[in-house]
């Protein structure tokens, strides 16, 4: 695979730790280019109306990684139950139509070995599971510890699509946003906690949270509807402040949540601010509604 060179779709602050494991692992890779305007309009342009943003986002960044020389793309491959598992064969089919050459790589928690002996014949499998290893090391660096609840600032927790959570250029970078506002900042969506929980590795945390998440739904749900139930619940019993639900617009899982979270958040007295994303969003409009609500928390903390 001498002359592969790979790209994969942005997702926020992890994109250098992948760019570093896949050359950790002997792969030519190309960084994902950064998602700009122009990023966004490609990928609308050649995505249904109504599919998810993160869709059309990873589209846009995967037409600008070939046009810059990527040949090799990867796509996590959920194998879940919403719309994401779709992804890599939608984005294929699309990308061929448009006349690219490149071949795309679904990769998942169980072909994830397979695939890497595929790209680099000569790596031991204890060798890979070595820089897998040292890939996770600086994947938990990078999200540093979980903040604690602060007297004197205003605690938010911030629940949502997965993609949307983690990469700034979709999200407006809120985080950034609500740092300027003095925010203490509870993003419950990390990738640590995401990859532990598709390993099941993590049935042990939050335990009562999940339980209780379960009766409001009548089966699994996928994406991260659960998730965001029972960590809402988690902050909730913690002392949060308020909660910021981030999702994209026509997201099953999230629009599925919308009555539980409302419902929950009203039990507790909780404030709560919904915020839609799609490629139509403005930016001055997401500021005014995120400050407004800050305000609102701050007065109600006095
Ligand atoms: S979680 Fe929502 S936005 Fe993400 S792939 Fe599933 S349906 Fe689409």
Same mark, same amino acid.
């Given at each position: 695979m001498e002359n592969n060179v790979f790209s994969f779709p942005r997702v926020g602050k992890y994109t250098s730790v992948f760019c570093h494991l896949l050359e950790n692992l002997g792969l030519k890779v190309l960084p994902p280019p950064p998602i700009t305007e122009q990023t966004v309009k490609l990928g609308v342009r050649h995505?249904?109306? =109504? =599919?998810?943003y993160p869709f059309k986002i990873t589209l846009g960044n995967f037409i600008e990684a070939i046009e810059q020389g990527a040949n090799s793309l990867i796509m996590f491959d959920s194998r879940g139950r919403c719309r994401l598992r779709h992804y890599w064969m939608l984005q294929d089919l699309t990308l061929r139509r448009l006349g690219y050459q490149f071949k795309l790589y679904p990769v998942s928690f169980s072909n994830l070995l397979s695939l890497i002996k595929k790209f680099n014949p000569e790596l031991s499998y204890l060798n890979i599971f070595k820089k897998l290893k040292q890939g996770w090391g600086e994947l938990r660096k990078g999200e540093g510890p979980a903040p604690t609840i602060s007297r004197e600032k205003v605690n938010l927790g911030l629940v949502g699509e997965i993609y949307t959570c983690l990469e700034p250029a979709i999200n407006l970078d809120i985080e950034k946003k609500l740092n300027l506002l003095e925010v203490n900042i509870f993003n419950t969506v990390r990738l640590s906690d995401f990859i532990k929980a598709s390993l099941r590795l993590d049935y042990r945390e939050k335990r009562t949270y999940k339980r209780r998440a379960k009766n409001y739904l009548n089966g699994r749900l996928g994406g991260h509807g659960l998730e965001n139930i029972y960590n809402s619940m988690y902050l909730i019993d913690r002392g949060i402040d308020g909660i910021i639900h981030l999702l994209p617009l026509s997201c099953m899982p999230e629009t599925t949540i919308e009555p539980i979270l409302d419902k929950i958040c009203a039990d507790h007295n909780i404030p709560l601010l919904r915020l839609p994303i799609d490629e139509t969003r403005s930016e001055i409009n997401f500021d005014t509604r995120l400050e407004t609500f800050v305000d609102l928390i701050k007065r109600r903390k006095k």
């Open positions: 995505s249904a109306d =109504m =599919m998810c």
